[in-house]
């Protein structure tokens, strides 16, 4: 939606106040817009002070914009220029002049897909939870004992899944999966999946805390992968296979 501000003939009461019909050209643009905020007033000549306020993400900010460049004065209007809008905002123009009080308008501009902040997350029009998944196979007896020991008591750098898709190579012999959880508010706690049919698959799939203390542990013939979902950066590490 586009404003166009109505044009009052100089020297008419409207002309002659410190702001007049302040509102943005457009209400509402993409993240990344620019917009353009208008209003009448006084002549540069009788030195209106103009001083604007606006919303941000985490807060607010105030900004005297005499002197600055996108701030320009044709044919009886002002402007001010914003190039790049990220965030839907408030914005609050403030003038003074020597011989009058002071006065405030107010005006609002809506981006769409523009950044958010709640508590200590802020977005910025783009948010990314989930990384490429960290993948560990599980192919061969000799490979599943290294495993068995990468995974002893390892430390999630960051909040994430475990997702585990496994089977036994051995249909006389069961192949089990288990991710124990080490600490917290009681004592250890486990979750596993077991096969014993190498024509069927069995999945696992384990929320992990960042800093939680984890064991991923192989019986059997296991066969399959093992796979680290992070939410952030970050590795499912041993700190004493790391030394």
Excluded at 8 to 28: C, K, M, V, Y
Excluded at 31 to 57: D, K, V
Excluded at 79 to 85: A, E, G, I, R, Y
Excluded at 231 to 238: F, S, V
């Amino acid at each position: 939606m586009s404003i166009v501000p109505r044009h009052l003939p100089a020297g008419t009461e409207a002309s002659n106040r410190l702001i007049d019909d302040f509102q943005a050209d457009h209400l509402q643009v993409r993240r990344g817009e620019p917009i353009n905020l208008i209003w009448q007033g006084p002549a540069p000549q009788y030195e209106p002070a103009y001083i604007l306020e606006y919303t941000t993400p985490s807060g607010s900010a105030t900004k005297p914009i005499n002197g600055d460049p996108h701030l320009t004065y044709v044919g009886g209007h002002w402007q001010f220029t914003v190039d790049h809008l990220t965030s839907t905002t408030a914005f609050r123009l403030t003038a003074t002049k020597k011989d009058q009080h002071e006065s405030s308008l107010l005006t609002l501009v809506t981006v769409q897909g523009g950044d958010v902040a709640a508590g200590d997350l802020t977005a910025n029009g783009h948010v990314k939870l989930l990384n490429t998944p960290h993948t560990y196979q599980y192919n061969e007896d000799s490979q599943v004992a290294e495993r068995n020991r990468q995974f002893d008591r390892a430390v999630a750098a960051t909040d994430g899944y475990v997702v585990a898709v496994i089977k036994s190579s051995e249909a006389t012999h069961r192949a089990t999966l288990r991710v124990t959880y080490h600490g917290g508010t009681g004592s250890d706690f486990s979750v596993s999946a077991s096969s014993k049919d190498p024509n069927q698959q069995e999945t696992l799939f384990v929320p992990v805390g960042q800093a939680t203390t984890v064991t991923i542990h192989a019986e059997g013939p296991v066969r399959g992968s093992v796979a680290w979902f992070p939410l952030g950066d970050g590795l499912l590490h041993n700190a004493k296979q790391e030394r």
